[in-house]
């Protein structure tokens, strides 16, 4: 089946687009060895392109994209199909897995959504069977399979994944040998070549007009890069289910900012809880230096002109698909078998998969305690336990089974008696009817993991403890005209997972704590019926009305919103390797070229030249400010030329006051304040100006000095109130300024003072670097609109501005200067200042 994927490369000085549409057709790729993440983007069909990578999207009005008609290419590690050998054919058969996640999604899109499914499958086809596979998924079930190499596999999720990044961020660090696995260059390599597979497999299938790529879980957390390099406007986002460590693990990672970036490349990237969230945003502040804000309910990140959206938010259950076995003769046969079985005796259940994060043990042992603390239970509360099938393997994994099953020997001999066994295995793979029925006969469900990105045992437990009246009727074989009672249902939850937050009636525990979870057993084993059956009506309440559709649908609400300015903006790629990132700004911003403002110079009669200094024609990086020999010279050509009528700063002239009468009283109020901070907040520091105050906490640990200026601007407001003065809080800092005194104004008084002395201006340059030159941006831009022909205003650095034009650095700033400076030689006609405006 052939699939359009379509891109247009747009040249940035001529704004030439040149469209190539080319049909691609499925192909089987395998991956002989693994890359450097470097080889990755060498060998990413980029056509040579180097730091300023132009390749670029169609850039058709965004009219024209219909967000409705986009498919969605849902990407996750394994596709949603259990294959199975047919050894009569000799041929591989599958079906849909209807408890994969990424196809219960599509519940929650339009009906007329179409999705497509990237991923691995969970075993081996052999090279000459892959083409034949393929096809069959692809043409069946809208599946593409990546066909990892046996090598990379076992490097990249065996490896990578599940014994490095999986217990990192499960806040487990390899502090020794025995305890982990440390970075693995190779493993690291693996990985990414994996997410280049994938991303292969995605350039096969997309059109990057109109579909959306919806990226799983931290499997494939730098694919985000490798689609952004190929296609700068692609709408991409990425959902996370497990947890985000805090910035003291998660900086221990030695490709860190590769993985930050990488996820930076996404339009939408989503959490489960807003823990998770947090701490993703305090890595990008402490590693990345990028602050987050909140608008409107939405939090984003601004980043090189992109708006990187986070979403919060749970997912739920496939309601339709537990209802569906609840009501099933196999799910009511075989809870008819639990109730024989267990008859008298009261079910605690706990469902767990087989690593070591899920608290078995701690669970068995609390179990334990509460026999030994209640001798009034034993006999009558049996803990049965189900094992999902380990999803890796390792020393680990065998370690956390032996622990597990020696507790419950101990158990189980200490307390066990004919008839009687207190912990009770039930080892997997165990069907979902099976889960359900066993969800369905026990009084309570214990989820005692140590630290766990969701978990959803506690809402399908719950979903399946809702009365169903048909199935309740064909229990009662005694009183089949009775009525079905209420249903109860009791959770124990520990406080590390997920769920938690969202499950307010559970009983929340820490599972480190053996006596506490003793006690919340006992809590829930003895609490009153009326009791349970509001808990349960309270967690039903929300799980039925935030299940996996209403997830799916809101995400995907947001991942369009997200990519709605797309077309709005002109982009281009910077950066090597991982490093790579699109800069999206204005339609009409671009690099100022010197060729363009020396024509427009001397073409005019009348001009004006602003220019800031400390990261204009002064790199802020350096300590000494005072000005080199070459920054000097070059000024004072240009202020020396024929009728000018001001000279510049020579190193010892005083500074010309604007003239506006300004009273520094506040001073004396203000400093004290600013003070008793900067001493409480290591690392800041005051900078005082002839009228201005500036506290700056960029050097400060990034929350608290945050925090700090927050205290700061509300102190500052509430003892200058009656002050003519501004409080105003910026990039890292908080300024006192006086009323009416800005760059702007500045910029106003001159206009319209030489004006004023009969010298209309036709030409304006303007050059700034920082926030506090946007003001004066902004009134140098309005002057198009009085009528000065030629205005330049120029930002330092590719960011977004007010201003219409972008220099790199101040190596470009003075390059521009020198060649304004060699064409006024032959050129008698200016008016020229040099002005830096300290407040």
């Known amino acids: ?502 499950l307010s009636g559970a009983i929340r525990v820490n599972p480190w704590n053996i006596d506490s979870v003793t006690e919340a057993m006992n809590l829930a084993i003895t609490m009153p019926e009326r009791e349970k059956e509001l808990r349960h009506e309270k967690h039903y309440k929300y799980i039925s009305s935030h299940d996996v559709a209403y997830w799916a649908r809101s995400f995907d609400q947001d991942l369009e919103r997200a990519c709605r300015e797309h077309f709005h903006k002109r982009c281009w790629g910077i950066g090597l390797g991982l490093s790579f990132r699109v800069v999206a700004l204005g339609p009409n911003f671009r690099k100022l070229s010197i060729e363009h403002i020396v024509s427009s110079y001397n073409k005019t009669n009348s001009r004006l030249i602003l220019l800031d200094y400390d990261g204009t024609v002064m790199p802020r990086a350096v300590v000494d400010k005072t000005p080199s020999k070459k920054v000097i010279s070059v000024l004072n050509a240009l202020s020396m030329i024929r009728k000018t009528s001001c000279s510049s700063w020579n190193g010892d002239s005083e500074w010309e006051s604007c003239g506006l009468t300004v009273d520094n009283g506040w001073k004396k109020v203000a400093l004290p304040v600013m003070e008793h901070y900067t001493e409480a907040t290591d690392g800041s520091f005051i900078e005082q100006k002839e009228s201005a105050l500036v506290w700056h906490h960029q050097e400060a640990d990034p929350d608290f000095g945050t925090w700090q200026a927050k205290e700061l601007l509300d102190h500052l407001e509430s003892v200058l109130a009656n002050e003519p003065v501004v409080v105003k809080r910026g990039q890292q800092i908080v300024e006192v300024n006086p009323q009416g005194v800005s760059k702007g104004v500045v910029v106003d008084r001159l206009i319209t003072t030489m004006q004023n002395n009969g010298k209309p201006l036709d030409f304006i340059l303007c050059i700034g670097d920082d926030q506090s030159d946007e003001d004066m941006f902004e009134k140098v831009s309005s002057s198009v609109a009085n009528g000065i022909a030629e205005v330049f205003a120029c930002t330092v650095g590719q960011k977004p501005s007010m201003a219409k034009y972008y220099l790199d650095d101040t190596v470009d700033v003075i390059k521009m200067l020198e060649g304004l400076e060699a064409s006024s030689s032959n050129s008698p006609k200016s008016i020229g200042f040099h002005v830096e405006t300290r407040t």
């Open 1 to 502: 089946m052939l699939s359009r994927s379509s891109f247009n490369l747009l040249n940035l000085d001529d704004y030439s687009c040149i469209a190539d549409h080319r049909p691609r057709i499925p192909r089987i790729m395998t991956v002989p060895g693994i890359l450097s993440e470097f080889e990755e983007f060498d060998n990413d069909n980029n056509n040579g392109h180097h730091q300023h990578h132009h390749n670029r999207q169609s850039d058709r009005s965004p009219d024209v994209v219909s967000s409705a008609a986009g498919r969605r290419i849902v990407v996750s590690n394994q596709l949603p199909v259990k294959p199975r050998f047919d050894t009569e054919t000799g041929k591989w058969v599958f079906e849909f897995d209807p408890d994969a996640l990424v196809l219960q999604l599509k519940s929650g899109l339009r009906p007329d959504t179409e999705c497509m499914y990237v991923g691995s499958l969970p075993v081996d086809v052999h090279p000459s069977d892959q083409e034949d596979v393929a096809q069959t998924l692809l043409e069946k079930f809208r599946c593409v399979p990546t066909f990892l190499s046996l090598e990379i596999q076992n490097k990249f999720y065996h490896g990578f994944c599940k014994h490095y990044l999986w217990p990192l961020f499960h806040y487990m660090l390899p502090v020794t040998r025995t305890h982990g696995v440390r970075f693995d260059r190779v493993a690291w390599q693996a990985y990414v070549s994996a997410n280049k597979v994938f991303t292969d497999k995605v350039m096969e299938v997309i059109n990057p007009d109109e579909d959306y790529v919806w990226i799983h879980d931290y499997h494939l957390m730098v694919m985000p890069t490798f689609l952004r390099k190929r296609f700068h406007r692609i709408r991409v986002g990425f959902f996370l289910h497990s947890p985000f460590p805090s910035s003291e693990i998660y900086r221990t990672l030695p490709v860190r900012d590769e993985i930050l970036r990488a996820l930076l490349n996404c339009d939408l990237i989503g959490f489960h809880t807003f823990d998770y969230a947090r701490h993703f945003l305090s890595c990008c502040s402490r590693m990345l230096g990028l602050d987050y804000k909140s608008k409107r309910g939405y939090i984003g990140l601004e980043y090189y002109g992109r708006t990187v959206s986070i979403k919060i938010l749970p997912v739920g259950i496939d309601m339709g698909q537990i209802e569906s076995v609840k009501s099933s003769p196999e799910t009511a046969a075989k809870v008819r078998e639990l109730r024989r079985c267990y008859d008298g005796k009261t079910v605690v259940l706990g469902v767990d998969d087989m690593d070591m994060f899920k608290g078995i043990s701690l669970k068995f042992l609390a179990f334990g305690q509460l026999l030994e603390d209640y001798e009034g239970l034993r006999g009558s509360v049996v803990l049965v336990q189900i094992l999902n099938p380990a999803r890796s393997r390792g020393q680990d994994i065998q370690e956390v089974e032996h622990e597990m099953r020696n507790v419950a020997r101990e158990v189980n001999r200490k307390f066990g008696k004919d008839g009687y066994e207190p912990i009770v295995f039930v080892s997997g793979p165990v069907s979902t009817h099976d889960k359900v029925a066993y969800y369905a006969i026990a009084e309570c469900v214990v989820v005692n993991a140590v630290r766990d990105g969701m978990n959803l045992v506690p809402y399908k437990y719950t979903v399946s403890r809702q009365s169903n009246p048909e199935l309740d009727r064909s229990l009662l074989t005694n009183e089949p005209e009775q009525d079905p009672k209420p249903k109860r249902s009791v959770i124990v939850v520990s406080e590390f997972i997920g769920c938690s937050p969202s």
